[in-house]
């Protein structure tokens, strides 16, 4: 563990979801969209980069054919707060008009990502568009959003690990945890 980056262990706080945990939610969500969405085209669009864990475990939970895209949106700049603007930095370069859509997200904060990346998505008239998200932090909601699948809701803190950083570090870790800005 002391290999993994230097001076950081000490600022994760506790475990808030283990990987067992993970797993076992995104096992029964995989389950319900496969059944869902059997038979028709299936595009997911994950976010990057926090949600690159999310997607590549989500995928492999899905027993139907399905393609896969990916979008950069950038709102945290560093630290642990948002800078208020979303910028998407680079875009799927196919077209979704014949596909069924599903955004793949790793938390709903303040709503803004996923107001921009719908708007954005919604305009190039896909078959549908629904959102999954691993995580949701439903107090800090500035947009008013609601996913369509969430796995996990939490309170107001920050977390890492699974896909999800802070200061670009962390998103290596298997779990959930909460962040000790204090120590
Ligand atoms: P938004 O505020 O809903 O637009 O969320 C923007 C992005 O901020 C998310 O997709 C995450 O990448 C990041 N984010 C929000 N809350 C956290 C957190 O607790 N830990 C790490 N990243 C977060
Ligand atoms: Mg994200």
């Keep these: ?101 599903i955004i793949v997200e790793d938390i709903i904060d303040t709503g803004r990502t996923l107001n921009e990346v719908i708007k954005l998505l919604r305009s190039r008239n896909p078959l549908s568009l629904k959102v999954v998200t691993l995580l949701d932090k439903p107090d800090r909601r500035v947009v008013e959003f609601n996913a369509d699948y969430t796995l996990f809701t939490i309170p107001d803190f920050f977390v890492i690990g699974y896909g999800l950083d802070c200061g670009e570090i962390y998103r290596n870790l298997p779990y959930i945890a909460e962040y000790d800005e204090n120590a």
Excluded: H, W
């Design 1 to 101: 563990m002391d290999t993994y980056c230097p001076d950081s262990l000490s600022k994760i706080k506790r475990v808030v979801i283990t990987k067992e945990e993970i797993d076992a939610a995104i096992a029964q969500v995989g389950k319900q969209i496969s059944d869902e969405y059997r038979g028709k085209p299936l595009l997911l669009v994950s976010i990057l980069k926090g949600a690159f864990v999310f997607m590549a475990d989500f995928c492999r939970s899905l027993d139907i054919p399905c393609e896969i895209a990916f979008m950069c949106a950038q709102s945290y700049f560093n630290g642990t707060s948002s800078s208020g603007n979303v910028n998407i930095t680079m875009d799927i370069g196919c077209d979704i008009s014949n596909y069924n859509v």
